[in-house]
């Protein structure tokens, strides 16, 4: 897989891991392997990011929209994407998105 797809959310308490762990499984249920895998996710510094390895960054975006939309933590999501050899992330959402890093 060429890139590495990031979902990331604000996170400081077990409520916040225990939503990382549903909202994770969600997408490993509804991303299509053809749009790539979940390879899992990190806690702590302040955030939450869940990790996908894909060809087609927007269009694992796109299955993620379709299937998390509808969870409350959607509207905290900001999403970027990087090469899986490079550093350098490119901004998806929200579109008023600055920056953005994991820590």
């Known amino acids: ?46 955030e939450m990011n869940i990790f996908v390895h894909t060809d087609d960054p927007l269009e694992a975006f796109g299955d993620a929209v379709s299937s998390l939309d509808a969870h409350p933590r959607w509207a905290e999501v900001r999403v970027a994407y990087r090469p899986a050899e490079g550093d350098r992330y490119i901004l998806v959402w929200p579109e008023t998105l600055q920056a953005f890093s994991v820590s």
């Open 1 to 46: 897989m060429q890139y590495i797809l990031v979902l990331q959310w604000p996170a400081d308490s077990e409520a916040d891991y225990d939503a990382l762990i549903a909202i994770e499984d969600a997408l490993e249920r509804a991303l299509p392997a053809a749009h790539g895998f979940v390879d899992g996710h990190d806690f702590g510094a302040g």
